[in-house]
């Protein structure tokens, strides 16, 4: 196997001193003279029709510059599919969420605004409200959009092999409801923005993971051709999809004060609003059946899927194809039937979340699976080393797996001593029980949509051998912009210090997707290598002429560049770039690279084909101990074998699949937004229990290498495999320690004493 | 409407240079215009979040000099003044000896950053039924001592203290100077335990503090104060009276246990349900005593 010299390696973060020096600047940091401030108003009622907007009072306010409705935007509106287009950027006849922006205000400054939206009197005619999805589903429900029948948002199905059939080969066949949290996606940094229109469109500097959605919506939204949108990207500080890949009120709000007042509009939201109206993971409610042979071998699977999709649609028609398109990985189903259903109600929007749509059936199958397992007396490794896929392998769907680490990992996880003194139910000594659990899961990495998938990098060649690397991807914390870097360095033979990575700018930079389905490595990292390539391609034409050598045996390492085989024939990379840079009436050296993994055909009305690139496999121990008087769960230790291919950069692979867990975890154990009648009881961080660091367990990484083909040096995802694999495997231990099987998410303390409290009774 | 946490409302600010000055500022305070703060880590949150009305005048007490005292005296006890942070109380060498439940539940409060901030007496002033604190100085029958201007000065025992959630006996005249807590009886031995759902820096969902002595087999001075169980932080009289003076057995313990939990009051709310924490009351005394001997 060849010989990296940067990819592979524990580089330190190209972005970690900038960070952590404070130099970095976010898009709250961006302030420039005469710029106003954008706030807005928001409706008191979840569900309501505007009667009336009255802002004169808010108008004649000093310092007020504007004031917008609805109504100001002609009747536009956006969503993820043509025919999903249902969000305005402000309500317009009727609020939908409690906490929906109805009008914005534009002033001089961040106090006076607030005041302004405060002189806004908006006449509401309060309309009943329908907040549980399977409520919202019945006939006669209120219905949150006048034109959509049992609030019915999206549905997708799947139908493969003959359900009935499997289920009648079954020797034990099992129906459980299982349910998945209402989640946040747990950024810290707020969706912010400076927005500017001049003679040259719009520019604005907005915090987004995937630029290039907004560049089209704004576009869109303010009938611009796309050269006169300009996004530019400031560092991001986290995003973990949702409400960062797509755009929202402020964005819209700020650009058309902008254009009205000519001056430079900001806004930032705060995490109090983040919380009350921004969008969130889907709450779904599972009812999954589950054949299985006696020793233990899945015969079928079907599944229903409800989700409470709040408001609007945003991207929910991929979540809902991504509930059932992976459920066939990682193990084998011969038949496999899948209904999901996304409802509307008044409720703020579900979205992306890390683990997109594959961490709620995941949840439910793993858990079903083992408990199925239980009842036939088979090992939780063994059930899943039976029915788990061996690559190549094609699911009854086609998604087609290249390479698959599952069978490997798990056996690495039995080997465990952590497993082998598993209790496997025996009596704790005092309150204190000791519980193990396991799961084994699948991802998609370099994830497609619908829709326009391009993906591109420029490598230019500066004068003195430095590099300008021109990126449309996103690095919104998880690293990709080091792993980026690595990736152009190590093609040209040269350090990370000496590629220089330009951040999004949609007037300067490829298109790109952006971050989002564990895509940038795999994507935008292939681009990359190409525009590498494309770069050392033109620098070894220059060389082999200079020494009148074949292009292929130019050598680039090590900051050097010689002939192979000769080497007496060598230059500084340096040497060669001048050489190459002044030759003839003046030579530019640009690279240009697209990614061409993953064109397949995909069937998004059928489920069929690949939504991904690749494919990790993780498998996940897990060591709680449960406080069996209090229900306290202390998770203690998890131990992750992690097939992501090749880790480009190990630390980077570490710090996702830590991230990921403990993200699942606290979906497993802790949060939840407590809503009450469309209203978010726990909107700050004090009453939202994400996990902290005096929470986190010891976490042990193992990498199971498998080098697959359709990835840059055999890289697949990292980082959402283990938001997935988490939430099961916490179960799984919890129910070691308790003997109960817990199918709704967050198994909090509570929970668990009332289940022991019934046990017992 | 819906408001959002703001930047601080448009207020006065004085910061005077030493108790006097304040309390005759707070004579002009007879309809609580004025607001008193110390650390400001409730307070200031609250007028971001406009939770509650902004005062007229923020009166800072953090210009007062000789104010942020840990005093002992074997004889009078011990005094912690008005700016003693959470922080200074938790790490006390002197608390940390003689009232160690008081340092436990100080330093079980928020995060460190927050407990160099935050006083105790804001802690109490703040009066939360969750304030972890206050269970620690139910059980050590402490006393606090409320100025006012011209030298007037009462001292109110901490059970008469809470009124209410976010209320206390405290006038808007009146500043809390000092907490008073007597040396602890020989031998006594005492415990903080907090339950929350994740391991530090929460808020409890339940707290419990139990003091008591064991003499001759017997429980001697038990005082048991929960929080988080009531409008207020509350003792636990009928579980305290069971076992005073007793023979120290399990089954005792376990009825003195029920009986604390049948005297707590709570709530159901978006943190646990009322019969989760009365159940937890239970769980948690009885490990307290068993804590204790």
Same mark, same amino acid.
């Given at each position: ?12 973060r190209v ?12 898009a709250?940091?961006y302030s420039m ?21 009255d802002?004169s009072?808010?108008e ?8 917008l409705?609805?109504k ?26 409690l906490?929906?922006?109805v ?5 001089i ?13 908006v ?8 907040f ?11 219905r ?12 997708f ?8 059939k ?29 927005a ?6 719009i520019?604005?500097?907005?915090a987004k ?41 402020g ?13 430079p509009?900001?806004f930032?939201y ?24 006696k ?15 709040g ?8 979540t ?7 459920s ?5 189903l ?6 999901a ?6 409720n703020p ?24 397992? $239980? =009842? !036939? &007396?088979?090992?939780?490794?063994? %059930?899943?080393l039976k029915?788990?896929? /061996? +690559? ?6 086609k ?5 698959c ?13 952590k ?18 659990g ?6 998609l ?9 391009s ?17 449309g991807?996103t690095?919104?914390g ?11 360095a $190590? =093609? !040209? &033979?040269?350090?990370?210090?000496? %590629?220089?990575i330009?951040?999004?700018? /949609? +007037? ?17 990292g ?11 391609r ?12 074949d ?10 560049v ?14 060669l770039?001048?050489?190459a840079c ?26 069929i &084909? ?11 121990? /897990? ?61 700050n ?5 994400m ?10 990484l193992?990498?199971?290498i ?9 890289a ?8 997935v ?12 320690? /308790? ?23 | ?45 609250k ?9 007229e ?19 009078k ?29 100080a ?16 802690n109490?002033?703040n ?20 100025y ?8 109110v ?7 209410g ?11 809390l ?8 009886p ?72 029920r ?9 159901d ?23 204790c001997?």
């Open positions: 196997m060849e010989e990296y010299s940067v990819i592979g390696k524990r580089i330190p972005d970690g001193r900038v960070k952590v020096t404070g130099e970095a600047r976010y709250a940091d003279p005469g710029m106003l401030w954008c706030k807005m108003l928001r409706s008191p009622y979840p569900h309501a029709r505007i009667v009336s907007i802002t009072r808010a004649k306010l000093p310092g007020v510059k504007g004031v409705t609805g100001d935007f002609n009747g536009w509106t956006w969503g993820w599919m043509p025919k999903t287009r249902d969000e305005p950027p402000l309500a317009v006849d009727k609020v939908r969420y906490a929906e922006a009008a914005a205000v534009a002033a400054d961040e106090d006076t605004a607030e005041e302004a939206t405060e002189l806004i009197k006449e509401y005619e309060e309309l009943p409200g329908v549980d999805p399977e409520e919202a589903m019945k006939e006669g429900a209120p949150v959009h006048d034109y959509v029948k049992n609030n019915l948002s999206w549905d199905h799947m139908d493969f092999g003959d359900v009935d499997g289920f009648g080969e079954a020797d034990l066949v099992r129906e459980d409801r299982f349910e998945t949290g209402r989640v946040i996606t747990g950024y810290l940094e707020p969706p912010a923005a400076v500017l229109w001049d003679s040259g469109g520019t604005i500097w907005a993971q995937s630029p290039y959605f907004v560049y089209r919506h704004l576009a869109a939204c303010f009938n611009l051709p796309l050269n006169k949108v300009r996004i530019i990207q400031p560092f991001i500080g986290a995003g973990f999809g949702g409400t960062k890949n797509d755009s929202l009120a964005d819209f709000c700020s650009v058309l004060f902008s254009k009205r007042t000519g001056r509009v900001k930032v705060n995490m109090h609003e983040v919380l009350m109206t921004c969008r969130r993971r889907h709450n779904m409610i599972i009812h999954n059946k589950m054949g299985m042979k020793d233990g071998i899945i015969t079928a699977m079907q599944s229903k899927v409800i989700a409470d999709g408001a609007y649609t945003a991207i929910g028609p991929l809902m194809y991504l509930t059932g398109s992976i066939t990985l990682p193990y084998k011969p038949h496999f039937r899948h209904d259903y996304r409802i509307f109600t008044n929007i579900g979205a992306a979340m890390r683990g997109h749509g594959v961490t709620h059936t995941r949840f439910a199958a793993e858990i079903q699976m083992e408990m199925m397992a $239980e =009842e !036939l &007396g088979i090992d939780p490794i063994e %059930v899943r029915n788990a896929i /061996t +690559a190549p392998y094609e699911t009854i769907n998604v087609t797996v290249h390479t680490g599952l069978k490997e990992g798990l056996k690495t996880l039995s080997e465990n001593p497993w082998k003194k598993r209790s496997g139910g025996s009596p704790p000594e005092g309150p204190l029980s000791h519980g193990v396991i799961s084994g899961t699948a991802y990495g370099g994830a497609r949509q619908r829709g326009h998938q993906c591109g990098a420029v490598v230019r060649l500066c004068e003195d051998g430095t590099i300008d690397y021109l990126t991807a690095d919104c998880q690293g990709s912009d080091t792993v980026l870097v690595q990736i152009v $190590e =093609e !040209l &033979g040269l350090g990370v210090e000496d %590629v220089d330009k951040r999004v700018d /949609t +007037a300067v930079t490829p298109c790109d997707a952006g971050s989002y389905g564990s895509r940038v490595t795999v994507l935008a292939g681009a990359a290598r190409n525009a590498a390539r494309d770069v050392k033109q620098l070894a034409e220059v060389a082999a002429r200079n020494w009148e050598v292009p292929g045996d130019i050598i680039f390492k090590d900051q050097r010689y002939v192979k085989g000769e080497p007496e024939k060598a230059m500084p990379f340096r040497k770039a001048q050489v002044y030759a003839g009436s003046g030579a530019v050296i640009i690279g240009r690279g697209y990614s061409q993994y993953g064109i397949e055909e995909l069937d998004f009305d059928k489920g &084909g690949n939504a991904g690139t690749s494919y990790s496999f993780t498998s996940q121990l /897990t060591e709680v101990d449960v406080d069996l008087e209090t229900g306290f769960v202390k998770c203690t230790d998890m131990v992750i074998a992690h097939d992501c291919g090749r880790p480009l950069n190990p630390i980077n692979v570490e710090a996702q699949n830590q991230g990921g867990a403990i993200q699942g975890m606290g979906q497993a154990m802790y949060e939840r937004f407590a809503m009450d009648l469309g209203k978010t009881l726990n909107a961080l004090a009453d939202y229990k996990p902290l660091s005096t929470d986190v367990p010891n976490i042990e193992i990498d199971i498998t080098d697959d083909p359709n990835g840059p040096y055999g697949k995802e990292a980082s959402e495999g283990s938001t694999s988490s939430p099961p495997s916490v179960v799984s231990a919890i129910h070691d320690a /308790t003997g109960i099987w817990f199918k709704e998410q967050p198994v909090t303390p509570e929970k668990i004493v009332m289940a022991l409290k019934k046990k017992r009774e | 409407m819906v408001t959002f946490y703001r930047r601080l409302p448009k207020m006065g600010y004085v910061k005077p240079g030493s108790l006097e000055e304040a309390l005759e500022l707070l004579e002009k305070n007879p309809n609580g215009r004025y607001r008193v703060y110390a650390g400001g880590t409730d307070v200031i949150p007028l971001k979040g406009r939770v509650i009305q902004s005062p005048i923020l009166v800072d007490l953090k210009g007062v000099s000789d104010l942020d005292h840990i005093d002992f005296d074997e004889q006890g011990l005094y912690i003044g008005a700016l003693a942070t959470v922080r200074s109380v938790e790490t006390s060498p002197v608390i940390k000896e003689r009232y160690p439940i008081l340092s436990q539940a330093g079980s409060i928020a995060s460190i950053q927050v407990r160099n901030r935050g006083t105790i007496t804001g109490i002033c009066a939360v039924p969750s304030a972890d604190s206050a269970p620690a100085l139910l059980c050590l029958d402490a006393r606090v001592l409320l006012s201007k011209n030298g007037g000065e009462r001292t025992d901490i059970t008469d203290f809470f009124k959630p976010g209320l206390t006996v405290l006038q808007p005249n009146e500043i100077r000092e907490i008073n807590i007597s040396a602890s020989e031998n006594s031995r005492s415990v903080y335990i907090k339950l929350s759902p994740r391991s530090r820096m929460d808020l409890a969902v339940v707290g419990v503090g139990v003091l008591l002595t064991k003499t001759n087999g017997t429980f001697r001075n038990v005082r048991i104060g929960l929080g988080a169980v009531a409008p207020t932080p509350i003792r636990a009289l009928k579980a305290e009276a069971m076992l005073e003076g007793s023979e120290v057995n399990d089954d005792l313990i376990i009825n003195a246990a009986t604390a939990s049948e005297e707590s009051r709570p709530i709310d978006h943190r646990a349900s009322a019969e989760y924490r009365k159940m937890m009351v239970e769980v948690l005394v009885k490990r307290a005593i068993h804590q001997l």
